[in-house]
């Protein structure tokens, strides 16, 4: 059964790195666009960042340059640094991973997701 797992969650100050990781499970996800998305409380899943197997990566335009994806096909991992966090920056983060980029319809498995918190 495939499966996705995130952590690294957490509650930090505004201006705190945290690293979120999902870990894969069930197959071999190295094909798959993998993409973390996010969720504050009354609001749509959004797009953060997502990458290719070929290395390319996406980002929204409210993460960039804060935010670095990064993928390790071998261990069937993906990673979210994040930098400078924001307030704003408050949501559950999912991974996910699919065959699209930037909608939550291109992706097929999901995981529980994480909850980060950002303080003022």
């Known amino acids: 059964q495939e499966q996705l797992v995130e952590s690294g969650g957490g509650l930090v100050q505004a201006g705190d790195s945290l690293r979120l990781s999902c870990a894969a499970s069930?197959?071999?996800?190295?094909?798959?666009?993998m993409g973390w998305f996010r969720q504050a409380p009354g609001k749509e899943r959004e797009f953060v960042a997502a990458?290719?197997?070929?290395?390319?990566?996406y980002y929204a335009d409210s993460v960039k340059g804060r935010f670095t994806i990064s993928r390790d096909d071998a261990k069937n991992t993906v990673a979210l640094q994040m930098t400078n966090l924001k307030p704003e920056d408050t949501a559950v983060y999912y991974c996910?991973?699919?065959?699209?980029?930037?909608?939550?319809?291109?992706?097929?498995?999901w995981g529980q997701g994480t909850q980060v918190t950002v303080s003022s």
């Open positions: 996910a991973a699919g065959v699209g980029i930037w909608r939550t319809s291109s992706y097929t498995y």
């Open positions: 069930g197959r071999a996800f190295g094909s798959s666009v």
């Open positions: 990458m290719k197997w070929s290395g390319l990566r």
